[in-house]
């Protein structure tokens, strides 16, 4: 089972900041099968960009994910209100089919 | 638009079955695969498994001994049970559309979850 691992665990930010988040993976994610969510309190997770980095329908460009295989990441430009979230990242594995999905990272308002 | 929404027991006494539904609105039930993903308290989410138009099922191995998933394509709907439940199953629980290979296997549409609580 591939394992991930999101860092920082937490972020206190200020509006209109850049921010990097990051997911390591155990083992090699086939494919660039990695997704990225954004989950506000009380809310089911939104996917933001699938991939490692396509965007999906709806999501603003500020939202970048590049990397690979082991190492991937999240930046947001220019932070929004909106934005201040729990992000998490989530690979598919094919031997056996599953998916296994990050700690998260949490971004404040500071 | 597809829509999921969901339904089924919050509270449930240990050694219970969990049994929770899942009806799909939109889009097109047999193209994708269905599944079911909780979050424990401050915990992370955990994929618990996946089911298609046909009957196949995919589990997470931690869960397979004791997770059923079916689905009843005459109204839409997927379903998850899960026996024998702990405090450890204490979650919300999201039915989700997802596992296609064009979408790289993200999960794109999200119920709005329910909450499982397990208490004596």
């Known amino acids: 089972e591939i394992v991930l691992t999101q860092s920082p665990g937490a972020l206190s930010l200020s509006p209109g900041d850049r921010v990097t988040l990051s997911c390591r993976a155990s083992q090699s994610v086939s494919s660039n099968y990695l997704s990225w969510y954004q989950q506000q309190r009380g809310q089911p997770p939104r996917l933001l960009l699938y991939?490692?980095?396509n965007r999906a329908p709806g999501i603003p460009d500020r939202f970048t994910g590049t990397g690979s295989r082991t190492v991937f990441t999240l930046t947001i430009s220019r932070l929004e209100p909106e934005d201040f979230a729990v992000y998490y990242c989530?690979?598919?594995?094919?031997?056996?089919?599953?998916?296994?999905f990050g700690q998260g990272t949490k971004l404040d308002i500071k | 638009q597809v829509q999921l929404r969901q339904w089924g027991a919050g509270l449930l006494k240990p050694s219970e079955t969990l049994s929770l539904t899942c009806a799909v609105y939109?889009?097109?039930?047999?193209?994708?695969?269905w599944n079911w993903i909780r979050q424990p308290p401050g915990k992370r989410l955990e994929w618990i498994g996946e089911?298609?138009?046909?009957?196949?099922?995919n589990y997470n191995p931690s869960l397979k001994s004791r997770v059923t998933i079916s689905v009843d394509t005459s109204k839409n709907q997927f379903s998850l049970k899960v026996r024998s439940v702990t405090a450890a199953d204490t979650a919300v629980y999201f039915c989700?559309?997802?596992?296609?290979?064009?979408?790289?296997?993200?999960?794109?549409?999200w119920g709005q979850g329910t909450t499982v609580t397990v208490s004596s």
């Open positions: 989700v559309r997802g596992g296609e290979q064009w979408l790289s296997f993200a999960m794109d549409v």
């Open positions: 989530q690979q598919y594995g094919s031997s056996p089919p599953m998916y296994t």
């Open positions: 089911i298609n138009h046909s009957g196949s099922t």
């Open positions: 991939g490692a980095s």
């Open positions: 939109g889009g097109s039930f047999n193209v994708y695969y």
